[in-house]
Structure formats: structure tokens, C-alpha cells
């Protein structure tokens, strides 16, 4: 999420002499423009400092080129109609390649392999510019080349992040076929791939155009959000590996941000904070070293005496044993959020599709119920059971770009109702011990929100602000909350699991070893352990090498007690 930006004053600019009016001038545009509702002309003089007359004058010119406007109906200023009509010259006039030249240079030279930027043409890709420092084995690209959209890591990057309806039109007319050897695609695989793709920020290629060529790419985007262009980076498959193309995405998706950033749009910064200066906690454990890309929903079962958790980016359902260290997977063909058992056996998994049963054992998935059927770049994100076995879970864009989250609940007869709307990144959720209380997190918000619960019909009270994070604490990921009521929270980006006390008051912090825990929940004898996921998603290769459990699941005493997970009775 990007931040205000500093507004400076124009005697802290250096502002070239006999320019003083034309500077005062624009620092009330960057006034204008930085506050969150539109000023009155008394909080532009408190703000400026400008005297009565002069802010009177300059408001005037402004207005007269357009450049501000005055709505009379409550006295207030907003930024004009040229402004806008300025920034879509700009992009007119937007020179692609000289913005990415200066990247493509840098990409190349520091992993010594081919970088390129490509555009969109007629249902293919076509090469726009490339730098190879990948020596006598590099993959050679020729400025126009083109190649098929959907087995390209650039044509899937752009694939991915297209308008919905925009996607199926152009699937609807490629011919879905590899060149490795020559064989179809399948579709609704390639649909899958797409989404994960969106998700994750990137898009891979592993010989799917040229044999023994692997590719990476991340989306330019232009200032209303669309994705215009691809950043790639290519090489031999010997020479990039999986977990080297993941570690090459994270650092495409920052350098495709800054080209668009050259022009205006809005930055975002994918750098994750620094280690704390004091260690882990003493006791905590990596228990499965794993290298997960987003561990997720962890769930322990009393039945099984085992952990179910997710990876959102790899997807797949796994079983983990702590007595005997064993974990299994359970492959899954798209993204999945959250697991829960189910009181007749088996799971339910809340994935891109909606509400589907898993069986573990013989891996058959079998669609229940879609209550986000007509929203298709949306998917489920966490969920938990509530103590009437009633399946809640919250949804979210695919690239968390949209306050389009809602949060569901699921009966038993797989009727739904959408009981609250309006998230980013909805997350952990559970209940108090009394029953009385839901606790549900957006990480966008950096909030944990508390509704009034009443657990016999399910229905929630108005939504209040439990707890809120500071951003540079991290984000509010999975949460669990122990049998005295105490609510235990993952930090995103913060390097630690936080405690809150029942009435909102932080009280302890578990310092871990990576800076992404993703979620807990407590199991193990008496559910005195609390379980600690983690990810490993876009980290850059020198806090990885910091941080090498990252993606791993960590244990530790915390001197609580949790409470047994719910089923669904449906």
C-alpha cells in the first residue's frame, strides 16, 4: 500500500530565482491534491501559510487553466480536468523502452542471463527490446520476434492480469498448443495457471516455447492499472531452476513497478522489512523445513493427530505428522485458501472455485457450492467452522488489487449467505471461547475487526476495530484465539506472532526466524503447541539466504491452550 508523499514547501526546493509565484503555485496544487477530503479556503491558508490576497489570486489562475476546480455547493477545491487530460498525454507520448532500458540493462548484468520487454500484437507477444549477458549459452532473442501469448512467460503475464472477459475472449481464439513437443493445452489447466499467475505477481515458462529455455515475467502496468507490457528474464532451463525463477519474479515484479512509476503511477514497494535486532524466541523450532511458497490455514486435527495446512502459490493440501516428521501431499489442480475437516469424513477446501470436498486418501475433489460463481478474478482465502459446524470464509481478488473480498458463511445444506463485503486481503478469523465474538482480519487494513456473534443463527452485530497494526509492525495474516480468549496473530512482513489480550491490548510478541508467518493454530498433546506457518513468496534472494526456514512450519510453547477445531456438518 503506498503512503502519502511528503508535500515540500517551495523554500525547501531548490527553486530557480524569478520562478518564486509559478512554485507557490504548484506547492497549492501538491496541497490539493495530498489532502484526503477537499479543502475549504480556510484550511488552504492554515496549510500554506500564503497570505488572504495571494491564496485568493492563485486559486483564481489555477482555476482559470483548469488546473483546480471550486464546487460552490460547500465551498470547497479539487484538482481540475486538465490535470487528467496532461496525464493521459503523458502516456501518449510514453516512450516504453527508454523507461525500461536503464532495467533491462541492470537485469541482465546481474543475473547474467537475457532480459527483454515485450507487448502485446494480435494474440501473440512480440520482443520490444532485450539485453543478454548470459554468454555463449544465453537464449538469443531478435528485437520483433514474436511468440504464442499463452506458452510464453511474457504472453501468460499479460494473459494473466487481462480483464476477465478479455482472457476468455482471447482464449477462445488462440490454438492452445504447446511447440515442446506439439501438443494441445488444456484449457481449463491453462485457466488455473493464469490465476495462480495473477496471484503470485508472475508468470513462468519452463520449455513450454523453446526447448531448454526457461522464462520469467512480471506485468508493466499503465496509470489506470492495465497491464501494457511483460519483463522477462530468460536463460537455460539447467541454469534456472524453480526456486530460481521464483526469487527472479520478485525482483521482475519490483523493476516492472518502477518502469510504470516513471510516469506516475502509484508505487509499490514489494521490499519486506529488515530482521529485528534481537533473534527468535527462544523455543521456537522450524519443525518441517519445507520451503513452502505460501503456507497457509493450518488445522490440527484431534481425530488424526496431525496438522492440515495449504500452499496457496504451489497448490496443494498436506498432512503433517510432528511425532514421526512425515508430511504428505495432496496436489491440488488450483489455488486453495483454507482446509477444515468435515464431521463424516474427509475435508472441505475453500479454493478459486468456491467450496469444494476433498477426499485426502484418493485425492478426489468434488465441487459443493460457488457463492462468488460470477466473480471470477476472486477466490477464497482462509475459513474456519464455527462451534454449530457452519463453514465461514473470506474472499479476495486474486492480486488483492480490489476491495472486492466478502466474508460467507456456508450451512450444512451448502446454502450461503454473504454476511459482511468490502475487504481487500480477508484473512484469519475465529471466535472467542463464550461463543460470543468473531474475530476476522484484513491485512490491507492492518485490522483485526470484532462482530457481535450469535451462535445459534450465525448472525453477526455492527463491525468495530478489535486491534490495528502500525505497517511497520507487519500485517495481520491467520489468527487464532486460546481457551482464555487471548487472540494470536501472524504479522505479515513482521517477523512475529503478536498476542492480544480479550479487550484489544497487545501483550506479547513471539520473535520468529522469517519475516512471513502466514497464520497458527495450537494442537499437539492438550493443544499446548502453537503451529506457525510461513512463506517464502517474493522474498529477495538475500533475505532468503537470511531467513533459509522461511516457507517452513515452526512450533513453539507458548504457555496456552487452545481449543479443539470445528467440523462441518454438512
Excluded at 488450483?334 to 478459486?352: D, K, N, P, S
Excluded at 502453537?530 to 507458548?558: C, M, N, Q, W
Amino acid at each position: 500500500m503506498a503512503g502519502k508523499t511528503q508535500v515540500l514547501k517551495p523554500g525547501e526546493r531548490d527553486v530557480p530565482g524569478g520562478a518564486a509565484a509559478l512554485a507557490k503555485g504548484l506547492y497549492l496544487l501538491d496541497v490539493i491534491g495530498e489532502r484526503e477530503t477537499p479543502p475549504r479556503f480556510t484550511d488552504l491558508q492554515i496549510a500554506t501559510g500564503l497570505p488572504k490576497g495571494t491564496l485568493a489570486r492563485m486559486l483564481g489562475a489555477l482555476t482559470a487553466f483548469r488546473l483546480i476546480r471550486h464546487e460552490p455547493s460547500d465551498n470547497t477545491y479539487r484538482l481540475g480536468p486538465r490535470l487528467f487530460e496532461l496525464a493521459h498525454r503523458v502516456w501518449d507520448t510514453f516512450d516504453l523502452r527508454g523507461a525500461a532500458a536503464p532495467l533491462l540493462e541492470r537485469l541482465a548484468l546481474e543475473q547474467r542471463e537475457t532480459a527483454a520487454l515485450t507487448a502485446a500484437d494480435d494474440d501473440q507477444i512480440v520482443y520490444i527490446d532485450q539485453r543478454s549477458q548470459g554468454g555463449p549459452f544465453a537464449f538469443r532473442i531478435e528485437i520483433g520476434r514474436r511468440a504464442p501469448l499463452h506458452c510464453s512467460a511474457p504472453g501468460k503475464a499479460l494473459l494473466a492480469f487481462a480483464p476477465p472477459h478479455e482472457q476468455r475472449a482471447t482464449l477462445d481464439r488462440l490454438k492452445l498448443e504447446r511447440h515442446t513437443p506439439a501438443t494441445l493445452v488444456e484449457r481449463d489447466a491453462l485457466v488455473a495457471e493464469l490465476a495462480l499467475s495473477r496471484a503470485r505477481g508472475y508468470a513462468l515458462s519452463r520449455g513450454e516455447h523453446v526447448d531448454g529455455v526457461s522464462s520469467v515475467a512480471a506485468p508493466v502496468f499503465d496509470h489506470t492499472g492495465k497491464a501494457i507490457a511483460a519483463l522477462g528474464l530468460f536463460g537455460p532451463t539447467s541454469r534456472m531452476p524453480i526456486d530460481r525463477l521464483h526469487v527472479l519474479g520478485r525482483d521482475l515484479m519490483e523493476a516492472a513497478r518502477r518502469i510504470s512509476g516513471t510516469v506516475g503511477a502509484a508505487p509499490v514497494s514489494l521490499q519486506p522489512s529488515a530482521p529485528p535486532a534481537i533473534g527468535a524466541d527462544r523455543g521456537v523450532a522450524c519443525v518441517l523445513a519445507w520451503g513452502a511458497s505460501l503456507a497457509e490455514g493450518p488445522v490440527w486435527s484431534a481425530r488424526e493427530r496431525r496438522l492440515y495446512w495449504v500452499d496457496i502459490l504451489e497448490p496443494a493440501v498436506h498432512r503433517f505428522d510432528p511425532a514421526s516428521g512425515v508430511n504428505e501431499t495432496c496436489p491440488m489442480p488450483r489455488l486453495v485458501g483454507a482446509a477444515a475437516e468435515r464431521r463424516a469424513g474427509g475435508l472441505i477446501v475453500a479454493t478459486q472455485s468456491g467450496i469444494e470436498a476433498l477426499d485426502f486418501e484418493t485425492r478426489k475433489l468434488t465441487p459443493l457450492v460457488d457463492p462468488e460463481a460470477d466473480l471470477p478474478d476472486n477466490r477464497f482465502n482462509d475459513g474456519k467452522c464455527d462451534a454449530r459446524g457452519r463453514f465461514w470464509a473470506g474472499t479476495m481478488s486474486l492480486d488483492a488489487s480490489r476491495r472486492s473480498g466478502g466474508l460467507y458463511r456456508i450451512e450444512a445444506d451448502l446454502s450461503w449467505r454473504r454476511m459482511d463485503q468490502g475487504f481487500v486481503v480477508a484473512n484469519g478469523l475465529d471466535w472467542s471461547p463464550d461463543g460470543a465474538t468473531l474475530y476476522f482480519a484484513d491485512s490491507a487494513a492492518g485490522a483485526i475487526y470484532a462482530y457481535p456473534f450469535d451462535a445459534p443463527t450465525g448472525e453477526l452485530g455492527p463491525r468495530r476495530t478489535f486491534a490495528r497494526i502500525a505497517p511497520e509492525e507487519g500485517r495481520p495474516d491467520g489468527l487464532a484465539v486460546d481457551s482464555e480468549g487471548r487472540v494470536w496473530c501472524a504479522l505479515w512482513d513482521g517477523w512475529r506472532v503478536r498476542c492480544f489480550a480479550p479487550d484489544g491490548r497487545a501483550t506479547r510478541d513471539v520473535r520468529l526466524p522469517a519475516p512471513r508467518p502466514t497464520s497458527v493454530a495450537f494442537g499437539g498433546d492438550e493443544l499446548a503447541t502453537l503451529f506457525i506457518t510461513t512463506a517464502r513468496v517474493r522474498l529477495p534472494a538475500k533475505l532468503l539466504a537470511e531467513a533459509p526456514y522461511s516457507g517452513g512450519i515452526f512450533a513453539v510453547d507458548v504457555g496456552a491452550r487452545g481449543r479443539p477445531a470445528n467440523l462441518f456438518v454438512g
